[in-house]
């Protein structure tokens, strides 16, 4: 079974892989552990499992990813609270409209995106043609 590290003590690793040396643990670093990814704990439709399919095998899937909600307001937040969270993927939005974006998403990001409340994610099959 994997462990999951916090964002600074993956970081700290990801900064010692580059310069060769062996990260020390953080003190305040709770570790928990995870289950592997190719064996996530969710439901998924036929549709999400097969972006997550794609997203193992390629690295990445194009997405449209919008927000259900009627309130237009509720929408703007979800989706920059998204964004925030996307960008710590390195990801950035492709395209945007007031309740959806679309983005080339790795398989983490997918995941994120199927857990968050009021999101629907659909394959964004215009990107892979441009």
Known sequence: M????????AIAALLALGTGCQPEPIADDPITEVTPS????MELSE?????MDTARTEGDVDVIVQVDTEDETEAVELLE??????D?????PA?????WFSARVTE????????SPKVKVFENG???HT
Do not use: N
């Open 95 to 99: 395209r945007e409209g007031r309740t």
């Open 2 to 9: 994997r462990t999951r590290l916090s964002r600074v003590a």
């Open 38 to 41: 190719a064996s996530v704990d």
């Open 88 to 92: 710590d993927y390195g990801i950035t």
């Open 108 to 115: 983490d990001a997918l995941i994120l995106l199927f857990e």
């Open 126 to 128: 215009v990107m892979r």
């Open 47 to 51: 549709e999400e499992q097969t972006l």
């Open 81 to 86: 609270q998204l964004k925030t969270e996307l």
